[in-house]
């Protein structure tokens, strides 16, 4: 790699890192081709993406941004798995490594706080951006189908009275 291609390496990790909600460090020694790709189709069904960079550029990267603390995990062979989504790129990365033993995460950080093994695990089960806007919205939605159950409800217990009247009135 010549120092302009490095240039580029450093611009696009250092992008990476400032606009990333999360960041997964990963020891990666003995994966497959093929459980790479496994994983990053898994991040980028998920909305998060995976990158392997050498440790020296992307400490250079690192430098000034709001996740510098990951600087310390960046050692052998690291993966950088990352999403805009705070919780995305965490859940993608404890999935794989619970199926690939060769997968261990390191630690990673979610803007300024530093993530170790276990913060990583904490993260990865809290809800997802979209997990929470659903339930935001049903609970938005249930006081408007409780007034229109509620509205709907006299009329409804009316009829019934009336029907029964009718029915006992044939009888």
Known sequence: MDRAQKETVVEELGQIFESSGVVVVAHYAGLTVADMQDLRARASANGSSVRVAKNRLAKIALDGKPCASIAEYLTGMTV??????????????ED??????????????MGENALDRAGV???SKMPSREELISTIVGMLGAPASNIAGAIGAPASNIASILSTIEDKAAA
């Open 96 to 109: 794989f490594a619970k199926e690939n033993d060769k997968f261990v995460i390191l630690g990673g950080a």
């Open 80 to 93: 950088l798995t990352f999403s805009e989504d705070p919780v995305a790129a965490a859940k993608v990365s």
């Open 121 to 123: 695990t904490a993260v």
